[in-house]
């Protein structure tokens, strides 16, 4: 699992860290990019074995988790909403002009054992669910404050063309919400988030969420401007498990509708505060220009050589782009050492009955110039330390 996550971070965009040695690193604004790192001289073999041994570091940092109370409650909540759902009757049967509220929400819910099912009773004041958790009440309570602000949940015309596709078209974006997680009334969990909505595409200025599970704490938030800057982190008590932080140029109001009026953005993801980093710049804005660019000459490809010769030449565009405007890598902080460049490749892929498409392949580069598909490397051994994520996720059954 931790080498998949590998795999799936690697294949957005990212970057990350701070290091000692500023001379060997270059970096936007306050994010470092470890570009100027040297390639290690680990053999694929060898690197492989270095990042099971970080994985199963981060996994004894997180062995607690098996015990945690709040996980424990929510573990049982979802179980229970698989078996019946409480039927909240302001939710239902609008109409798609209609603007659903977080206020709409509220009532108390409580979990009926004999009828597999939840008793409503009416509040103005919260939402608010009861059940038992093993020998123990369990109960979460949600609450928060309506902006006035309203977000479409689909293109506006449509909404109004087949307003019966929809029970309610409208969400309010609430400026406020906190919910509690309790055993026996001892708070076991939190979470508070809090909006600031401007622009006219309702993108929210200012975004923020903490998270709190006993000793655990993810914390996020993200503000609009120039840049635009967003944070996260995952913490055990005062250890930082994941953190990244990461900036965008351009106007995220207009990328609504106009993809190419984002400009450059780096971020950085560390893991275990100073072993492994994901890192890397994009240029999006020369990025979406060539992808339009190619998009623009698929139909005279199909007109010329039929829909092969199209998927082919759109899928090496696509490719080259990747490739002249991310720049991306693994580093080790450890050794301040870049593991892996991120590239791509144009391959033609069978789906079966002897057709073929073409597609990009996340390809890593390693310090001899050696590619290798990232799903292959990230596929092969690997065993030891995806058993013992099995055995961790087996433990929460």
Excluded: H
Excluded at 240 to 255: F, K, M, P, Q, W
Excluded at 284 to 292: C, D, G, I, P, Q
């Amino acid at each position: 699992m931790f080498a998949t996550l590998l795999a799936v971070v690697l294949a957005g965009f990212s970057s990350c860290g701070s290091s000692k040695e500023e001379d060997v690193i270059s970096g936007t604004g306050d994010i470092p990019s470890y570009d100027g790192y040297k390639y290690s001289e680990l053999t694929i073999s060898q690197q492989k074995e270095k990042l099971q041994d970080d994985a199963d570091s981060f996994l004894s940092e997180i062995q607690d988790l098996k015990t945690n109370k709040g996980i424990d409650l929510l573990s049982e909540f979802s179980r229970l909403l698989e078996i019946n759902s409480p039927k909240i009757s302001k939710v239902s049967l609008r109409s798609a002009s209609d603007i659903l509220k977080i206020s709409d929400m509220y009532g108390i819910y409580t979990w009926n054992k004999s009828k597999k099912d939840w008793d409503y009773l009416a509040s103005t004041k919260e939402l608010a669910f009861n059940f038992p958790v093993d020998n123990q009440e369990g109960k979460i309570v949600v609450s928060g404050k309506d902006s006035g602000v309203t977000f479409a949940l689909d293109d506006e015309d449509y909404l109004s063309e087949y307003p019966e596709d929809y029970d309610y078209g409208y969400v309010d974006i609430p400026k406020e919400v906190s919910a509690s997680l309790y055993l026996d009334a001892t708070l076991v969990g939190s979470v508070q988030g809090k909006t600031n909505v401007s622009g006219t595409n309702k993108i929210p200025s200012l975004s923020e969420v903490s998270f709190v599970l006993d000793n655990y704490t993810l914390t996020a938030n993200m503000t609009k401007g120039n840049p635009n800057v967003a944070n996260f982190s995952l913490k055990k008590g005062s250890k930082i498990l994941i953190e990244a932080t990461g900036n965008l140029s351009g106007n995220v109001d207009d990328a609504m509708s106009d993809e190419s009026s984002i400009g450059n953005g780096n971020m950085v993801i560390k893991i275990l505060e100073n072993k492994l980093a994901f890192a890397g710049t994009v240029d999006f804005e020369k990025y979406f220009k060539a992808l339009n660019e190619a998009d623009e000459k698929w139909d005279v490809d199909y007109e010329q050589g039929g829909y092969e010769l199209a998927d082919e030449n759109f899928t090496k565009a696509e490719v080259k782009a990747f490739n002249d405007y991310y720049n991306l890598f693994l580093v080790s902080l450890e050794d301040q050492t870049k593991i892996a460049t991120l590239k791509q490749k144009a391959k033609e892929v069978s789906y079966g009955w002897g057709y073929y498409y073409w597609d990009a392949i996340a390809m890593l580069k390693f310090n001899d110039s050696t590619e290798v598909e990232a799903e292959v490397f990230f596929s092969e051994g690997f065993d030891f330390i995806l058993n013992k994520w099995k055995e961790f996720i087996n433990g929460f059954e």
